[in-house]
């Protein structure tokens, strides 16, 4: 499993938004726990739902439930 917090501390103020973006693109959103895991990466990257839901639209993917 993945260490949230651990990489949300590594994880520049100018790469957030790049590295939620990058596990938004690598996981399909089809169980619970992979919105889980966006939700809680979200939250500890300090991104807002406004930002992380703009994120999900420049991917094509559908905004968390």
């Known amino acids: 499993?993945?260490?949230?917090?651990g990489l949300a501390n590594d994880t520049?103020?100018?790469?957030r938004e790049q590295?939620?973006?990058t596990s938004v693109s690598a996981i399909r959103l089809?169980?619970?726990a992979e919105a889980q895991?966006?939700?809680?990466l979200a939250d500890?990257?300090?991104l807002d739902d406004e930002?992380?839901?703009r994120i999900h639209?420049?991917?094509?993917?559908?905004?968390?439930?």
């Open 1 to 5: 499993p993945i260490d949230i917090s």
């Open 44 to 46: 500890a990257l300090q």
């Open 51 to 53: 930002t992380r839901d």
């Open 19 to 21: 590295v939620y973006a």
């Open 57 to 65: 639209e420049k991917l094509g993917v559908p905004p968390l439930p």
């Open 30 to 32: 089809d169980h619970v």
């Open 12 to 15: 520049t103020n100018a790469a």
């Open 37 to 40: 895991y966006l939700r809680q």
